[in-house]
């Protein structure tokens, strides 16, 4: 069964703050996201990366970054953390690109709940 | 732009009620059209899924509608159970394309005993 890890459950930060949210995931998967949950407005893709070292922006990377030196870490950093930055963070995986999406669902973790003050 | 609208943002339903969650798209690329199920504290999971070469698809309880023409699909839970109370998001994709999902923005379902 996968797993996907997240470090941290909840999380509270100051404004200004640079804020590291970690993911990792345990069945060799080479996609793996990060969205932004809010309510009313669903799922955000804030970035993914499809390989080591790769990213590409989703639909809100502003004030946002990512890093992924290791296939199954992907780290979503807040270089300055904001108040409207108060969300439940979702990191994702999935199989290859080029596969079926059939075959590829993604899988979640449990998020994390950061608190910006 | 909302490429997936999904409606109703909340729904309240009694047990054993039938709940429905509709979803429309505009892009008529996508061609895999799969719900995720999130419980409260959990992060979502994949519930069912329907590809367009069908207009029904049923898992138990659960069954997507699809109706390729008007560009909607549906969710239908039966007998619905206070268990079935969590967060539902339709997305759609395009197989063997982009292999990332477009989301609706997800439902609230709460099912009294």
């Known amino acids: 069964d996968v797993k996907v890890t997240q470090s941290s459950r909840y999380l509270v930060k100051r404004t200004g703050e640079k804020v590291f949210l970690e993911c990792v995931q345990d069945m060799d998967h080479e996609n793996m996201f990060w969205y932004r949950q809010d309510p009313g407005l669903g799922l955000r893709l804030i970035y993914f990366?499809?390989?080591?070292?790769?990213?590409e922006k989703g639909d809100i990377p502003e004030g946002y970054s990512v890093s992924r030196e290791k296939k199954e870490r992907f780290s979503l950093i807040l270089e300055s953390a904001s108040t409207n930055q108060t969300s439940m963070y979702l990191c994702?995986?999935?199989?290859?690109?080029?596969?079926?999406?059939?075959?590829?669902?993604?899988?979640f973790g449990n998020g994390t709940r950061l608190t910006v003050t | 732009q909302q490429q997936v609208k999904q409606s109703p943002q909340s729904l309240i339903v009694q047990k054993g009620g039938i709940s429905i969650i509709n979803c429309a798209y505009e892009?008529?690329?996508?061609?895999?059209f799969p719900w995720y199920q999130q419980f409260p504290g959990k992060g979502p999971a994949l519930l069912i899924a329907?590809?367009?070469?069908?207009s029904e698809k049923k898992e138990g309880r659960f069954t997507i509608s699809f109706n390729k023409s008007a560009k909607q699909f549906s969710l239908h839970i039966m007998d619905s159970q206070p268990g079935d109370s969590a967060t539902y998001f339709c997305a759609a994709s395009i197989n063997g394309g982009s292999y990332i999902p477009t989301f609706g923005r997800g439902t609230s379902l709460i099912v009294h005993p």
């Open positions: 892009n008529t690329a996508f061609d895999y």
């Open positions: 990366s499809y390989d080591v070292k790769m990213k």
């Open positions: 994702a995986s999935s199989l290859m690109a080029g596969l079926s999406s059939y075959n590829s669902p993604l899988h």
């Open positions: 329907i590809r367009p070469d069908v």
